[in-house]
C-alpha cells in the first residue's frame, strides 16, 4: 500500500524568506510520480511541481523546488523568496506508475507573515 | 490549458432530494476523471475513479447507490448524490488526467460546496 505523511500540520515564513515543507512516503513499486498540491482559501487545488521517480535531478519551477531523496523516501518542498500569495494548504501526493489513484498527505498549512 | 470546470459551486438542497454536479473537462479530453470529497481541514478523501464509457469503481465504504457517477463522454462527468442527507454535507471535488499525459498529474476542479438541510 502507498502512503503519504506529512508531519507538519502547520508552518509559517516571513514575507521574502525561505520555508521547506517536509513530505515522506511509502510505496513498494519502482515506477512512481510524486506532486505537491496548493490549495489556498480558494479551495482550488493547483499543481505546484511534480518529480518523476526516475529522475535523479530535483524538479524546479521558479521559486518551488524540491529535495527527492529517493533512499530515504523523502520529497519536500522549497519555497524561496516567499510571497503573501504562496499562503495556502499544501498537499504532498504520490501516485504508482500504471495505477491512477493520488494517495494524498494530510497537508500542511502554510501562512506567510508580511 | 488543462482546465476543469465543476457546476454547480454552491448547492442547497432539502434532506430526501438528488443533487447532480458535472465536471468538465474544458481544453483536453479526460479518459479518466476522479470524485474526491473533502471535509473542513481534512485532505482529499478518494470516493470513485471513473472511466468514459464504462462504470466507476468506487473506494471501499463509498455507497454506490447514493453516489452515482456517469462519465458519458471525454470530457463530462457527473456525481448524483440521491437521498442526500445532512451528513453528505460537505466540498465535493473533481479531477481529470489528460489522454496524453505521460505523468498522471491531475487536474482538478474548483469544487462544489453541498449543504443538505
Known amino acids: 500500500a502507498q502512503t503519504v505523511t506529512q508531519s507538519q500540520p502547520e508552518m509559517s515564513v516571513q514575507e521574502a524568506e525561505t520555508v521547506t515543507l517536509s513530505c515522506t512516503y511509502d510505496?513498494?513499486?519502482?515506477?512512481?510520480?510524486l506532486f505537491w498540491y496548493k490549495q489556498p482559501p480558494s479551495r482550488q487545488m493547483i499543481l505546484v511541481i511534480r518529480?518523476?521517480?526516475?529522475?535523479?535531478q530535483n524538479a524546479t519551477e521558479n521559486r518551488f523546488s524540491v529535495n527527492f531523496q529517493k533512499a530515504a523516501k523523502s520529497f519536500s518542498l522549497k519555497i524561496s523568496d516567499s510571497q503573501l500569495g504562496d499562503a495556502a494548504m499544501y498537499f504532498c501526493?504520490?501516485?504508482?506508475?500504471?495505477?491512477?489513484?493520488?494517495?494524498f498527505g494530510k497537508g500542511t498549512k502554510l501562512t506567510v507573515n508580511p | 490549458g488543462a482546465v476543469v470546470s465543476q457546476h454547480p459551486s454552491r448547492v442547497i438542497c432539502k434532506s430526501g432530494t438528488s443533487v447532480k454536479i458535472e465536471c468538465r473537462s474544458l481544453?483536453?479530453?479526460?479518459?479518466?476523471m476522479f470524485w474526491y470529497r473533502q471535509f473542513p481541514k481534512q485532505s482529499l478523501m478518494l470516493m470513485a475513479t471513473?472511466?468514459?464509457?464504462?462504470?466507476?469503481?468506487?473506494e471501499q465504504g463509498v455507497e454506490k447507490d447514493k453516489f452515482l457517477i456517469n462519465h458519458a463522454s471525454l470530457t463530462l462527468s457527473t456525481l448524483t448524490v440521491t437521498s442526500a442527507h445532512p451528513e453528505d454535507s460537505s466540498f465535493y471535488i473533481c479531477?481529470?488526467?489528460?489522454?496524453?499525459?505521460?505523468?498522471?498529474?491531475?487536474?482538478f476542479g474548483p469544487g462544489t460546496r453541498l449543504t443538505v438541510t
Open positions: 479531477s481529470a488526467r489528460t489522454t496524453s499525459s505521460l505523468s498522471y498529474e491531475q487536474y
Open positions: 510505496t513498494s513499486e519502482s515506477d512512481y510520480y
Open positions: 518529480q518523476e521517480a526516475y529522475k535523479q
Open positions: 501526493a504520490l501516485t504508482q506508475g500504471g495505477s491512477e489513484k493520488l494517495v
Open positions: 481544453d483536453f479530453q479526460a479518459t479518466t
Open positions: 471513473s472511466n468514459e464509457g464504462s462504470k466507476a469503481t468506487y
